[in-house]
C-alpha cells in the first residue's frame, strides 16, 4: 500500500524557520510531480509548490523567495524548506503525489498533512 508520510510541522515565531518533509513509502514504480499544499481553517486548500521529477519548479506568489522546494529521487522524498515565515502562512500542509504504481497505471495520492502555526 502506498503511504505519503510528512513530518517537520510545528509551531515557530514570524520571521522562522520550518522544513516540511514528505517521504513515499509502499511499491510503486515510479513518481513523477510531488508538492505541497495547504489549507487555512475556512479557506480552500491552494498549491504552494511542486516539483517534477527532472527538477522543475513552480510556487505560489504568497511563497516566491521565502520557500524552496526540493526532492531525492532516490528516497523518493520531497522537501519543502520554509523561511521568513508569517502569520499568514499558517494552515495544514499536505503532500501530493502522481505516482506511477506499476508502468501503465498513475495516480493521485495524499499525504494526512502537517500542522505549521506561526505565530507573531
Known amino acids: 500500500q502506498v503511504q505519503l508520510a510528512e513530518s517537520g510541522g510545528g509551531l515557530v515565531q514570524a520571521g522562522g524557520s520550518l522544513r516540511l518533509s514528505c517521504a513515499v513509502s509502499g511499491s510503486i514504480f515510479s513518481i513523477d510531480t510531488m508538492g505541497w499544499y495547504r489549507q487555512a481553517p475556512g479557506k480552500k486548500r491552494e498549491l504552494v509548490s511542486a516539483?517534477?521529477?527532472?527538477?522543475?519548479?513552480n510556487y505560489a506568489d504568497s511563497v516566491k523567495g521565502r520557500f524552496t522546494i526540493s526532492r531525492d529521487n532516490a528516497k523518493n522524498t520531497v522537501y519543502l524548506q520554509m523561511n521568513s515565515l508569517k502569520p499568514k502562512d499558517t494552515a495544514v500542509y499536505y503532500c501530493?503525489?502522481?505516482?506511477?504504481?506499476?508502468?501503465?497505471?498513475?495516480?493521485?495520492?495524499w499525504g494526512q498533512g502537517t500542522q505549521v502555526t506561526v505565530s507573531s
Open positions: 516539483v517534477t521529477r527532472g527538477g522543475g519548479t
Open positions: 501530493n503525489a502522481d505516482i506511477w504504481v506499476v508502468i501503465d497505471f498513475k495516480t493521485n495520492y
